[in-house]
Antibody, heavy 116, light 107 residues
Framework: EVQLVESGGGLIQPGGSLRLSCAVSGFFVSDSYMSWVRQAPGKGLEWVAILYRGGRTFSADSVEGRFTVSRDISKNTVHLQMDRLRADDTAVYYC??????????WGQGTLVTVSS | EIVLTQSPGTLSLSPGERATLSCRASQSVNNNYLAWYQQKPGQAPRLLIFDASTRATGVPDRFSGSGSGTDFTLTISRLEPEDFAVYYCQQYGTSRTFGQGTKVEIK
């Protein structure tokens, strides 16, 4: 079964760090482009970062220098390392597959709450 | 950054009616690389349309996409009860950005 399952969300204080994971089944992360998309409570969707098949990464300006996307090929998992977290990073974070185009497969999301 | 503006913000319609949603880009979308997603409360988005007019696998043919350049449209020919949701457009021609969404609600 083709599936993405996110984990690692929770409550974190401003300035703290958190690492999200996206466990992939049904295809290989090494063969795919993988992205993170977030959605603040009651708001719209915001693209966060992408990891290309060859390993290159790009991030949105809003998280550039604070968030890093990576992968563990041996575990077929994608990660989002989030540092220097701010209150406006509070959101549901989705892992999504994109074959260089639209996001055709999504996980169920994991909630990150940044608050003191 | 390409800004996508969706209109209207909310569309109030009855089952069986036709829904027309608009997505306007601040600059031309390369290769018409534009997608539409449906999102229901508590769920992840679902891909409906990509490359402006190609239906994703399993999407009913009452959903259709059209447009090019800076103006794009999602049409739902006859609304079914399960179609009431929020719809987002997204461009992937230059980085990736989403519109702010259109809510289709029951009148």
């Amino acid at each position: 079964e083709v599936q993405l399952v996110e984990s690692g969300g929770g409550l974190i204080q401003p300035g703290g760090s958190l690492r999200l994971s996206c466990a992939v089944s049904g295809f290989f992360v090494s063969d795919s482009y993988m992205s993170w998309v977030r959605q603040a409570p009651g708001k719209g969707l915001e693209w966060v970062a992408i990891l290309y098949r060859g390993g290159r990464t790009f991030s949105a300006d809003s998280v550039e220098g604070r968030f890093t996307v990576s992968r563990d090929i041996s575990k077929n998992t994608v990660h989002l390392q989030m540092d220097r977290l701010r209150a406006d990073d509070t959101a549901v974070y989705y892992c999504a597959r994109t074959e260089g185009g639209p996001f055709d497969l999504w996980g169920q999301g994991t909630l990150v709450t940044v608050s003191s | 950054e390409i800004v996508l503006t969706q209109s209207p913000g909310t569309l109030s319609l009855s089952p069986g009616e036709r829904a027309t949603l608009s997505c306007r880009a601040s600059q031309s979308v390369n290769n018409n690389y534009l997608a539409w997603y449906q999102q229901k409360p508590g769920q992840a988005p679902r891909l409906l349309i990509f490359d402006a007019s190609t239906r994703a696998t399993g999407v009913p043919d009452r959903f259709s996409g059209s447009g090019s350049g800076t103006d794009f449209t999602l049409t739902i020919s006859r609304l079914e009860p399960e179609d009431f949701a929020v719809y987002y457009c997204q461009q992937y021609g230059t980085s990736r950005t989403f519109g702010q969404g259109t809510k289709v609600e029951i009148k």
